[in-house]
């Protein structure tokens, strides 16, 4: 079936100011939770004003209840405690290495995990109220759950990581049919753990030299992906899933870089999502020639708009990438969105919102240069 929005964007949209202070002194106890929640549905309604004035076809709230884009584990799980990831490894655009801002708390298992709370529940309540037209709820995928397992935490509750992740997809995949039970026919899962296959070097700077190989690790990313679509599908046939894919968004930092050859044939093969939003923005991410084995009849959402820099980019450069992109996938099956969101952290990325508005619609307007209609 052919592409029905070809203009999307990953999830994540810049906080307003007076909500992230808002939020600062709920923590230090000078905001009730109440106040905090009305004013997280004040900035959700200006991210969906802001998405229907720029043209954007696909809603979300704008993760602004979210301190990160991996909500599902940090704010919503159970089961675990609160760990601080070291400096490092992050880069500018430049390729120089990015430490300001960028280190964030992450979580480790020291329980066994259970769902205290469903915070895309709320989201998707919120906007099937308040949305003009198709939304999507974003969350991590299970296949990055191995990062919750550390050996000095995680070991009593769980042997190894594949055992910590088998709780990790069925909390998910419940969470799924809610979502589901809820109305919501459009789920996208992040799922950022095929960059250890793609790029050895950050394989090797996170996991070090004596953890999994890239064969490993794909088999499970494939193996965890495959099993929570196949599930959702199973529920109901007709939700639209997603997968997101880029290398890192940290303020308007990167991670890891290379092309999708390592990872393509499999990846399209096996993993029966409807839409593939890739990044595509810069030369790190390689040419379009992996697209040559997405299935007749699935969405490639080429993220070919960079949200980590105010810089524009040329609506007349960016159709003709994505006509170079259509020799491997047909037109009406490509879309077109940033590479990822504005704020995958709270902080988020080193540009205005008028910035902001402009890339939505600069990604609007060339759909409908590119793809036709209103």
Same mark, same amino acid.
């Given at each position: 079936?052919?592409?029905?929005?070809?203009?999307?964007?990953?999830?994540?949209?810049?906080?307003?100011?007076?909500?992230?202070?808002?939020?600062?002194?709920?923590?230090?106890?000078?905001?009730?939770?109440?106040?905090l929640?009305?004013?997280?549905?004040?900035?959700?309604?200006?991210?969906?004003?802001?998405?229907?004035?720029?043209?954007?076809?696909v809603?979300?709230?704008?993760?602004?209840?979210?301190?990160?884009?991996?909500?599902?584990?940090l704010?919503?799980?159970?089961?675990?405690?609160?760990?601080?990831?070291?400096?490092?490894?992050?880069?500018?655009?430049?390729?120089?290495? #990015?430490?300001?801002?960028?280190?964030?708390?992450?979580?480790?298992?020291?329980?066994?995990?259970? *769902?205290?709370?469903?915070?895309?529940? /709320?989201?998707?309540?919120?906007?099937?109220?308040?949305?003009?037209? *198709?939304?999507?709820? /974003?969350?991590?995928?299970?296949?990055?759950?191995?990062?919750?397992? #550390?050996?000095?935490?995680?070991?009593?509750?769980?042997? /190894?990581?594949?055992?910590?992740?088998?709780?990790?997809?069925?909390?998910?995949?419940?969470?799924?049919?809610?979502?589901?039970?809820?109305?919501?026919t459009?789920? *996208?899962?992040?799922?950022?753990?095929?960059n250890?296959?793609?790029?050895?070097?950050?394989?090797?700077?996170?996991?070090?030299?004596?953890?999994?190989?890239?064969?490993?690790?794909?088999?499970?990313?494939?193996?965890?992906?495959?099993?929570?679509?196949?599930?959702?599908?199973?529920?109901?046939?007709?939700?639209?899933?997603?997968?997101?894919?880029?290398?890192?968004?940290?303020?308007?930092?990167?991670?890891?870089?290379?092309?999708?050859?390592?990872?393509?044939?499999?990846?399209?093969?096996?993993?029966?999502?409807?839409?593939?939003?890739?990044?595509?923005? /810069?030369?790190?991410?390689?040419?379009?020639?992996?697209?040559?084995?997405?299935?007749?009849?699935?969405?490639?959402?080429?993220?070919?708009?960079?949200?980590?820099?105010?810089?524009?980019?040329?609506?007349?450069?960016?159709s003709?990438?994505?006509?170079?992109?259509?020799?491997?996938?047909?037109?009406?099956?490509?879309?077109?969105?940033?590479?990822?969101?504005?704020?995958?952290?709270?902080?988020?990325?080193?540009?205005?919102?008028?910035?902001?508005?402009?890339?939505l619609?600069?990604?609007?307007?060339?759909?409908?240069?590119?793809?036709?209609?209103?």
């Open positions: 079936m052919p592409a029905t929005h070809h203009a999307e964007h990953v999830g994540s949209l810049l906080r307003p100011p007076e909500l992230l202070e808002a939020r600062h002194a709920c923590e230090r106890g000078y905001m009730t939770g109440e106040e929640a009305r004013l997280e549905d004040d900035a959700a309604l200006a991210a969906i004003k802001l998405q229907r004035e720029a043209g954007i076809e809603f979300t709230d704008g993760e602004v209840r979210r301190a990160t884009w991996m909500a599902g584990l704010e919503s799980l159970g089961g675990v405690v609160s760990v601080r990831l070291p400096e490092g490894g992050w880069f500018r655009e430049d390729g120089a290495p #990015r430490y300001e801002d960028t280190v964030w708390d992450m979580v480790a298992t020291n329980a066994k995990l259970t *769902q205290k709370r469903n915070l895309t529940f /709320t989201e998707a309540d919120f906007l099937a109220r308040h949305a003009p037209g *198709q939304f999507k709820i /974003t969350m991590m995928s299970s296949s990055m759950g191995n990062l919750l397992w #550390r050996p000095d935490l995680s070991l009593a509750a769980y042997p /190894t990581p594949a055992d910590m992740v088998r709780d990790l997809v069925a909390l998910r995949i419940n969470e799924i049919k809610g979502l589901l039970e809820r109305g919501v459009w789920i *996208q899962l992040d799922s950022l753990g095929y250890h296959v793609i790029d050895p070097e950050f394989r090797m700077r996170l996991l070090g030299p004596d953890g999994p190989g890239p064969d490993g690790i794909l088999d499970m990313t494939i193996a965890v992906d495959t099993e929570v679509v196949r599930a959702a599908k199973a529920m109901n046939p007709d939700v639209t899933v997603g997968m997101h894919i880029c290398r890192g968004n940290n303020r308007s930092a990167w991670m890891s870089r290379g092309g999708y050859e390592p990872i393509a044939e499999r990846l399209f093969g096996e993993v029966p999502v409807d839409r593939f939003l890739l990044e595509y923005d /810069t030369d790190r991410a390689g040419g379009f020639e992996p697209l040559r084995f997405v299935p007749d009849g699935t969405t490639v959402v080429l993220g070919l708009v960079s949200s980590k820099t105010p810089h524009l980019e040329s609506p007349d450069e960016l003709r990438r994505i006509d170079e992109a259509a020799k491997y996938v047909p037109l009406e099956n490509l879309a077109l969105s940033p590479q990822c969101g504005f704020a995958s952290t709270a902080r988020g990325n080193l540009l205005t919102i008028d910035d902001q508005r402009r890339k619609e600069l990604v609007a307007n060339t759909a409908r240069q590119v793809w036709g209609g209103a």
